[in-house]
């Protein structure tokens, strides 16, 4: 049965009455030789087509990768494909899950962008040698799903934050939720700039999570304070310039965060996380940082 909850009123649980989700122990990333902006489809990207620094995109990738692998992270590398410069961008074509059991399960994302489309059969391909299981929704029915950009796992429960509304459709969320059998907590987006949940939205352990405020709508706020006791808000310059709210704690301690957003650090040390700046400017010009340009799985 799903259980989709658009409001605060529909919460009928405390997260520690939620079962318990193994952290991931691996991450995913596709090497960018074919990363460039050809094309613009987020706003991000005005001004940027075939703008790409390659040789210092690999080595931003790079410092990214040794940042995973210093948390402790096993790192994954996929090779890109000619002809999909966005495919570095791995969050977005898959919404992988490890079972109670142990076995591990994805659904596969309908991507909203016809060039980004062709991206999603080449992780399906990588997921059957991984032995995950396979799911898809119908393309018919629910046009658009785009993975870990907008679905996002809370950390330790088995409990999905689900943005919606620029790439992903809110009725989506009932198919995921029945298939994976997990609660899903929507939250509408309505700034074309942070079109993605992973955007303005940093799960960074089970009580705290750093977020853009301006980005959601009144009830969505209002769920994500209901959940979260400790609610850490980037101020707007550095959610839209540095992407701060992109940045990722794979571990519950460590934050990888693009360098340069220098309030959001600050606050970050305050509560008591250990920041490992990175610099991913030319990801940046795309309209992706440290989130996007990796899938944490099991």
């Not at 090497?31 to 613009?40: A, E, K």
């Not at 995950?132 to 996002?152: A, K, Q, S, W």
């Not at 850490?232 to 709210?245: D, K, S, T, Y």
């Not at 610099?279 to 944490?296: D, H, I, N, P, R």
Request: aromatic residues 10%; contains cysteine; negative net charge.
């Amino acid at each position: 049965m799903s259980n989709v909850i658009t409001s605060a009123s529909q919460l009928k649980f405390k997260l520690s009455d939620l079962p318990d989700l193994p952290a991931p122990g691996r991450v995913l990333m596709v090497r960018p030789d074919h990363f460039s902006i050809d094309y613009v489809i987020n706003p991000h990207m005005e001004g940027f087509v075939g703008k790409v620094n390659k040789a210092k995109a690999l080595q931003q990738w790079e410092q990214v990768r040794n940042a995973f692998a210093q948390t402790g992270l096993e790192v994954v590398e996929m090779e890109g494909k000619p002809g999909l410069p966005d495919m570095v961008f791995s969050a977005n074509q898959s919404l992988p899950y490890c079972k109670p059991d142990g076995t591990n399960e994805v659904i596969m994302s309908i991507m909203n962008s016809p060039y980004r489309q062709p991206e999603v059969p080449h992780f399906a391909d990588w997921y059957d040698e991984q032995g995950y299981t396979r799911h898809h929704l119908d393309g018919e029915i629910l046009p658009i799903f785009e993975g870990m950009g907008d679905g996002i796992w809370h950390p330790g429960r088995r409990l999905l934050w689900g943005g919606y509304g620029f790439r992903t459709s809110k009725d989506a969320y009932d198919f995921i939720s029945e298939t994976f059998e997990v609660p899903v907590v929507a939250l509408a987006l309505h700034k074309p700039q942070f079109y993605h949940l992973d955007t303005c939205f940093c799960v960074l352990n089970e009580d705290s999570v750093l977020i853009y405020p301006k980005a959601f709508e009144p009830e969505g706020l209002k769920l994500i304070r209901s959940l979260f006791t400790n609610v850490i808000e980037a101020p707007e310059e550095e959610a839209l310039q540095q992407f701060a709210c992109n940045a990722t704690c794979p571990d519950g301690k460590h934050v990888i965060i693009q360098s340069g957003a220098k309030q959001t650090t600050r606050a970050l040390k305050d509560a008591g996380f250990e920041i490992i700046e990175v610099e991913t400017g030319e990801f940046l010009k795309s309209g992706g940082s440290v989130f996007c340009m990796k899938l944490l799985l099991w």
